[in-house]
Every structure is written in structure tokens, then in C-alpha cells.
């Protein structure tokens, strides 16, 4: 297929749409990602304590094709998260948390710092999402004692595992360049 450069409405979109929705239904989005397995889970304490007790899950999508439903906008607030509170490095994250003021539920995560991405919370994604293999559990280091591992196959890390969310899902043969 032959490609006019200087038509982008003629180039397929990339990723596969993800439809999602904060819990009590004032926000509903849709996004499309390339990389949609909720394989990473995070013990960090900002996605312990902004995403529940076990951490959360992020997919990556693309910011550009973020897309809010009529009448969402106003239900959304942003959290630019503290780092090292307390401390002398006390300091604001560039990432910001998109969540309902409704019902605060976390629906996802963009930072300036990559204009280009924006990354779902797994848990506000309604769309049917693969079963990873193997689950990937990072930042043990900031795990409290009484939280536990999810059962089955994993990877476990005291930091961050060693592949981006695009370069595990290339590995994995599990990267959407494009779909319905
Ligand atoms: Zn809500
Ligand atoms: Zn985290």
C-alpha cells in the first residue's frame, strides 16, 4: 500500500483501542496502545498508595489519541506526586495522576517529560485485557512485609525490572502496531 506522506488521515492508526472508565462512571475514555498487557506490577509507595494496598498496573498508550467523553473533562483532577517527603529531597514528580474527583479512582499517568505517552491504570481499562504469562513485580524495596505476591509465574525485582513496558512487550511478540 502506497502511502501519500503528506496525508496523515490515509495512515492506519496505531495500537488497539482500550475502552475505559473511572468506577463511578462520570469519566469514560477511550485510548489506543501498543503495549496493553497488564504484565507490570508496581510496589512503589505512589502506586501503593494512590492505586490500593497491592500496587498498581500501568499500560502504555499514546497521549495524542487519548480521548475523553462528552461531559468527563470536569470530573478529572491531577495529582503531581511528593517524592521523598519529609526529607531535605522533598520535591514535586513531573508525572501527574489523572484521577475522578467523584470517585478517585485512578484512571492515568502522563508526564511532560514523554508528551507522547500517556499510561492507562489497568484497573480502569474495561476492555478485555490478555493474561500475562508471567507477571513482572518491581520496586520490592518500598513492598511493606504484609503485602503479598500475587500466585503464579513472576519475575521479582528490588528496583525496576530491565525492559521498558515497549521493549518487554517486543520480546514477548506481544507489541500492536495496529489493529481494529
Ligand atoms: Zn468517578
Ligand atoms: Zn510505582
Not at 488521515?9 to 468506577?23: A, D, I, R, W
Not at 508496581?42 to 461531559?71: A, P, W
Not at 484521577?99 to 505517552?117: E, G, I, Q, R, V
Request: glycine content about 6%.
Amino acid at each position: 500500500m502506497s502511502v501519500d506522506p503528506d496525508s496523515d488521515s490515509k495512515l492506519p492508526v496505531k495500537g488497539v483501542l482500550l475502552k475505559g472508565s473511572c468506577h463511578c462512571g462520570a469519566v469514560k475514555f477511550t485510548v489506543r496502545s501498543s503495549t496493553p498487557v497488564p504484565y507490570q506490577l508496581c510496589f512503589c509507595s505512589i502506586c501503593r498508595k494512590v492505586g490500593g494496598v497491592g500496587g498498581s498496573i500501568n499500560l502504555g498508550g499514546y497521549y495524542e489519541t487519548l480521548n475523553l467523553d462528552e461531559n468527563s473533562e470536569e470530573f478529572i483532577s491531577k495529582y503531581s506526586p511528593v517524592l521523598d517527603r519529609g526529607t531535605p529531597e522533598e520535591r514535586i514528580a513531573t508525572s501527574e495522576r489523572n484521577f475522578c474527583s467523584k470517585c478517585s479512582a485512578m484512571l492515568w499517568l502522563h508526564d511532560p517529560t514523554w508528551p507522547d505517552l500517556v499510561h492507562p491504570f489497568a484497573s480502569a481499562i474495561d476492555s478485555p485485557l490478555q493474561v500475562p504469562k508471567k507477571l513482572v513485580c518491581v520496586k520490592m524495596v518500598d513492598k511493606p512485609e504484609y503485602v503479598r505476591l500475587p500466585d503464579g509465574a513472576k519475575e521479582v525485582y528490588a528496583n525496576y525490572g530491565q525492559f521498558s513496558l515497549e521493549d518487554w512487550h517486543k520480546k514477548n511478540n506481544l507489541f500492536v502496531d495496529y489493529a481494529e
